[in-house]
Nanobody, 117 residues
Framework: VQLVESGGGLAQPGGSLRLSCAVS????????MRWYRQVPGKERELVAT???????SYLDSTKGRFKVSRDNAKNTVDLQIDSLKPEDTAVYYC????????????WGQGTQVTVSA
C-alpha cells in the first residue's frame, strides 16, 4: 500500500493550504485515515482522523482551523488548513490504520508545511 502526500509548501500566517493524500488501494473500509505532523526534535502528533463511518476528530489546538475529508471514490484524504499559524510548521504525514485489532498500518513520506511571513 502506498500513500503519497502533496500540497505542502510555504504559506503566510493567516493563509490556507490543502494537503492531499493519495492511497493506492480502496479506502472505503479502512478503519481510520489520519494526518500527523512532526517537527524536529519532537514526537509525531496526531492532528486529524477520518473514520470509516464518517466521524472525524481533531487535535484540540487545530479545531476550527483543520478539516479532514475522505473521498472514497478517489481514494484520497485531504486536510484543509485555514488560518495558518507559524506553529503549524511541520512535516505532515498521512497514515492508514486498520483498527485496534489490526496490523494494517501504512505511512506516507510526508509533505513539508512552512508558515512564515
Amino acid at each position: 500500500v502506498q500513500l503519497v502526500e502533496s500540497g505542502g509548501g510555504l504559506a503566510q500566517p493567516g493563509g490556507s493550504l490543502r494537503l492531499s493524500c493519495a492511497v493506492s488501494m480502496e479506502i472505503t473500509h479502512i478503519y481510520a485515515m489520519r494526518w500527523y505532523r512532526q517537527v524536529p526534535g519532537k514526537e509525531r502528533e496526531l492532528v486529524a482522523t477520518s473514520l470509516y463511518n464518517g466521524r472525524t476528530s481533531y487535535l484540540d489546538s487545530t479545531k476550527g482551523r483543520f478539516k479532514v475529508s475522505r473521498d472514497n471514490a478517489k481514494n484520497t484524504v485531504d486536510l484543509q488548513i485555514d488560518s495558518l499559524k507559524p506553529e503549524d510548521t511541520a512535516v505532515y504525514y498521512c497514515n492508514a490504520f486498520g483498527g485496534p485489532d489490526s496490523n494494517f498500518l501504512f505511512w506516507g513520506q510526508g509533505t513539508q508545511v512552512t508558515v512564515s511571513a
